[in-house]
């Protein structure tokens, strides 16, 4: 007869594994996800100001962009 121990053993490691590549994984993307945030409304200030700067005409040279942005 097999021991339940042998088989709960190898069984809970392997959830915990599961559980902590999950909870990894949503901490990452969760990271991911406010930088893409952030760079999304730097880029849209640029192009607001791109606009705006084209739309009244100024001239060259066109508006500095936000401070990172290309980082």
């Excluded at 901490?27 to 640029?46: D, P, S």
């Excluded at 705006?52 to 990172?68: E, F, K, Q, S, V």
């Amino acid at each position: 007869m097999i021991d339940p121990l042998a088989v709960i053993v190898p069984l809970l490691t392997f959830l915990g594994l599961v559980v902590v590549s999950l909870v990894g994984g949503g901490i990452t993307l969760g990271v991911q996800l406010t930088k893409w945030y952030a760079q999304n409304q730097l880029l849209w200030l640029y192009n607001r100001q791109l606009i705006d700067h084209i739309y009244r005409g100024n001239p060259p040279p066109p508006p500095t962009p936000p401070a990172g942005l290309y980082d």
